[in-house]
Structure formats: structure tokens, C-alpha cells
Nanobody, 117 residues
Framework: QVHLVESGGGLVQAGGSLRLSCAAS????????MGWFRQAPGKERLLVAA???????YLADDVKGRFSISRDNAKNTLFLEMGSLKPEDTAVYYC???????????WGQGTQVTVSS
């Protein structure tokens, strides 16, 4: 069982920055894929960024150049650095973990990010 707790969301003006953190129970890095998803009101939950268990990273096209994903292995914490934020980045952001052959099966409670214009 993996327990995930997100933090760092909030209200920011367009063009601003935020850093989201996801604290994971146990040693997940190296065993699990880790990812950040977001869900805007009335829309589906979409993958924004991911850290594969073997170290490769993924960023969705609409956040490339603005967001980055990183991790602190010693603290079992995943980060999402978000810059040049736009109103369309407004969403609930979720941290997720899962085995590569299974998919993302563990989810945090989500953290709200609101970008004002």
C-alpha cells in the first residue's frame, strides 16, 4: 500500500509560479511510476508529468518549457515545479503512483491550483 499526500497548491496570478510536493509512504522511487495529474471542472483527469520507475520523465506538451518534475529520493517526495502559469492551468492536481504493468492505482487527495488572469 502506498499513501500519498500533496501540498503546495494555492492561488497565484498568471505568470506566477508554484511548487507542488507529494510525500509518499515507503520507498516508491525505483519501484513505482509516479505522476502528476490534473482535473479541471467538467473535464477529465489528465496526466501532466511523470517519473517512470527507471528514471525517465514525461511532460505533457502543453506544460513543456513551463513545468518540471523532480524528486528527492531521501525524502520520498515528488515535486512539480510550475512556472509561467496560465488561467487554463487551474485545476485540482493529484499525485499518483503505480506499478508499470498495472497503471496508476494509488492517489493523493488532490491540491487546488487556481491561476487568476
Amino acid at each position: 500500500q502506498v499513501h500519498l499526500v500533496e501540498s503546495g497548491g494555492g492561488l497565484v496570478q498568471a505568470g506566477g509560479s508554484l511548487r507542488l510536493s507529494c510525500a509518499a509512504s515507503g520507498r516508491v522511487f525505483g519501484s513505482y511510476d509516479m505522476g502528476w495529474f490534473r482535473q479541471a471542472p467538467g473535464k477529465e483527469r489528465l496526466l501532466v508529468a511523470a517519473f517512470r520507475w527507471h528514471g525517465d520523465t514525461y511532460l505533457a506538451d502543453d506544460v513543456k518549457g513551463r513545468f518540471s518534475i523532480s524528486r528527492d529520493n531521501a525524502k520520498n517526495t515528488l515535486f512539480l515545479e510550475m512556472g509561467s502559469l496560465k488561467p487554463e492551468d487551474t485545476a485540482v492536481y493529484y499525485c499518483a503512483a503505480g506499478k508499470a504493468m498495472v497503471g496508476f492505482e494509488y492517489w493523493g487527495q488532490g491540491t487546488q491550483v487556481t491561476v487568476s488572469s
